[in-house]
């Protein structure tokens, strides 16, 4: 495992040089983001699992950060590997209680519901727990959220939002059409009339129906102006996904749900390719020789 974050472009951000705190037992990485009304220093950090008793892991750099930055809200996040009572382990953990007392030290709070473990076990005999933690200098300054699906990982999303402040892309405006229910809608819709010419009634009727059909099944969605629109049947995988992964966790944790989870995960990862690489087909088939090097060469940076 590593430690990395990754900032929009449109946010000024500047990086952290933690690097001689980076060892064979941790990685540190951290960013200042510049947003309208705050400074705030947020920091990735990835702790090796089963680290000896006899290794201290260092926190000096916390101290550090906060000495460097002290008008600024601070947000540490990663996964810890380790336990305590605090984020709710049944044992305290030697490294664990060295964390709480980082924390302490540096007037850090923690954002985790302890109710919440935030890695799914593997396994019967491998319970829930909690590896990934979330502290801050300013606890009601920020929302913390536990994503439902772990999209194919065995640890599930963290979403943590400023309150008060709105930073989004732009958007723009479209429509993605759901060809099942435009399907089951022309099932269950007659398509003749009575009266009149038959064939010009029904082929009215039937452009109607088909109209009306293609209307109702119609999404209108807000996406970001450099994102594409969304692919549904990509979308249904990763439901299918979590739904199993629902079934896995509720009903026993056995070997068949696993193995059904792990098949619906694997054809959602290779579908997802096979839609990322042919976005990118039809991106290159659209440039032509009127479009100059300067103008192909930010798109090939993002």
Not at 27 to 33: E, F, K, S
Not at 132 to 150: C, I, K, M, Q, V
Not at 247 to 252: K, N, Q, T
Not at 277 to 300: A, H, K, M, Q
Request: hydrophobic residues 35%.
């Amino acid at each position: 495992g590593n430690a990395a974050v990754l900032v929009a472009a449109r946010i000024p951000h500047d990086e952290l040089d933690l690097q001689r705190w980076c060892t064979q037992h941790q990685q540190v990485m951290g960013v200042v983001l510049q947003l309208p009304r705050c400074k705030v220093v947020v920091v990735s950090i990835y702790i090796r699992p089963s680290i000896r008793n006899s290794v201290t892991i260092d926190w000096s750099w916390v101290e550090d950060l906060r000495k460097m930055h002290p008008d600024a809200l601070v947000v540490i996040g990663g996964d810890f590997n380790t336990r305590h009572t605090c984020w709710g382990s049944r044992t305290d953990t030697y490294h664990g209680s060295n964390l709480v007392c980082a924390m302490k030290e540096n007037h850090l709070s923690l954002l985790n519901d302890p109710d919440l473990p935030t890695r799914v076990g593997q396994h019967a005999h491998q319970g829930d727990t909690t590896t990934d933690l979330t502290s801050t200098n300013r606890r009601r300054a920020l929302f913390w959220e536990l994503g439902a699906d772990t999209w194919g990982s065995d640890h599930q999303p963290i979403f943590i939002r400023l309150r008060g402040q709105k930073i989004t892309a732009p958007k723009r405006a479209t429509s993605v059409v759901c060809w099942d229910a435009f399907r089951a809608e022309l099932e269950q819709t007659p398509v003749t009339t009575p009266g009149g010419d038959p064939e010009t009634h029904e082929l009215a009727h039937l452009l109607q129906t088909i109209h009306e059909a293609k209307r109702s099944s119609t999404q209108q969605l807000q996406v970001a102006e450099d994102k594409p629109s969304p692919d549904l049947h990509r979308a249904n995988l990763w439901q299918e996904g979590l739904d199993a992964l629902c079934a896995y966790r509720e009903r026993g944790r056995t070997p068949g749900l696993r193995c059904r989870l792990n098949i619906i995960t694997a054809e959602a990862r290779d579908y997802a390719i096979t839609l990322s690489t042919d976005r990118w087909c039809d991106l290159c088939s659209s440039f032509n020789g009127n479009i100059s090097g300067p103008c192909i060469w930010p798109i090939f940076r993002n």
